[in-house]
C-alpha cells in the first residue's frame, strides 16, 4: 500500500494566467528545462512566440497573453508542470479538468503524450483564436453563503426561455461551473444578457478573449479540429479521467475512437458540466485531498461550491469550508503561495 495521500487533480481552463501569474514557469519550474524545450518547439514550429518568450516578458498583456492562440500553451505548461511535481508527492487516483482543462487532463493521464497534448492544445488555441464567434458571460447562482440561490436558478431558467422564443439570439448554457454558470451566446446574445441579468458585485462578467464553447455556436470547428488533429494521438489513459459528462475514462476500458470523438466533438459543442466532474470525481475515486493545479486562483471556489451542494465532509456552506481550510485543508489551489507549500511539502 502507498504511503503516499490520495488525491484526485483538477486542471483549470482558459482565463487562469494573468498578470499576476507572469513568471510562473520561471519561478516554479527552472528546473524543468527539458518539458519547456518541448513546448517551446511546438510553438517554434508554427512560427509563434514561445512559452518561454511570454512568461518571461517584463510586463502581461491581454492582447498578447490572453488570446486563445497564446495562453492556451501557457496554461498547458504550467499545468503540466505542476503536475509532474504532485505525483512525486501523492497517489493520483483521477484527474479532470475545466474547459480547456480536460485537454490538459488528457496530457496529465497519459491519454495523448506531452508533446501530442501540446499540439492539441495549441491547435485548439489558434482555432478559437481564427475561428471562434460568439462569448461567454459568468452569473453565480449561489448566496453568499454558497448556496443554490433559487431566484438566481429561475433568472437563468427565465432568460433562457426567453431566448429560445426569439430568432436573433441564441443563448446555451456553456459551463456548470460549482455556484457558477456560464453562458455561451452570439454577439446579439452577449447584449441580450447584459440587459436581463442584474448586477450583483462583478457579475454577469464576460470573459475576455473567449468564445461560444461548449454551444452549437461553434459546430464549424468540430470538423475544422478533426482535420489538424488525428485520432492516432489518442491513447488508453494511464490515470482514470472523469469528462465534462461525469464519464469516467478508465485505462482499462478506454475506447480511444470514442475518447477522440468526445474530446474533439461533443466536447467542443455541447455543455460542460463541471459540476458533475468534480461530484463523481469524489464520490468515485474519495481522495483523501483535492488539488487544483495552477496556475490561477480561482477554481477552488467552485470545487467547493459543488462540494457543499453534496454535503460532502459535513460542508454546508462558505463558513464551513474556510473552517475546515484551516483547520485540515482538503482542497489545495497551487496558485497559492501558502497551500502551494502545503501540497508539495516545501
Sequence with gaps: MSAKETAIVVCPGRGTYNAAELGYLA??????????????????????VTVSELDSAEKFRMGLHGTGENASLLIFACV??????????YDILAVTGNSMGWYLALACAGAVSLEDGARLVNEMGALMHEKGV????????????????PSRE?????????????????????????????????????????????????YPMRLNNHAAFHSA????????????????????????????????????STDTQGLYDYTLGTQINQTYNFSKAVEVAVKEFAPEKVIVTGPGTTMGAPVAQELIQHRWHGLTSKTD??????????????GLADQRALALGT
Design 27 to 48: 519561478q516554479h519550474h527552472a528546473d524543468k528545462n527539458e518539458f519547456r524545450a518541448l513546448v517551446d518547439a511546438v510553438r517554434r514550429v508554427k512560427g509563434q
Design 80 to 89: 503540466i508542470a505542476d503536475f509532474m511535481d504532485l505525483r512525486e508527492h
Design 134 to 149: 460568439g462569448g461567454q458571460i459568468v452569473y453565480p447562482i449561489v448566496d453568499d453563503e454558497w448556496h443554490r440561490d
Design 154 to 202: 429561475q433568472l437563468i431558467n427565465d432568460v433562457l426561455t426567453e431566448s429560445q422564443a426569439r430568432d436573433d439570439v441564441s443563448v446555451t448554457i456553456s459551463i456548470h461551473l460549482g455556484g457558477l454558470i456560464v453562458l455561451a451566446a452570439c454577439e446579439p446574445g452577449l447584449k441580450f444578457l447584459a440587459e436581463r441579468l442584474p448586477e450583483t458585485d462583478r
Design 217 to 252: 455556436l461553434l459546430n464549424h470547428i468540430v470538423p475544422e479540429a478533426q482535420s489538424r488533429l488525428p485520432r492516432e494521438m489518442f491513447n488508453k489513459p494511464q490515470i482514470p479521467m472523469v469528462d465534462g459528462l461525469g464519464n469516467v475514462w478508465s485505462p482499462y
Design 321 to 334: 469550508f474556510k473552517a475546515l481550510q484551516v483547520k485540515a485543508p482538503y482542497i489545495i489551489s497551487m
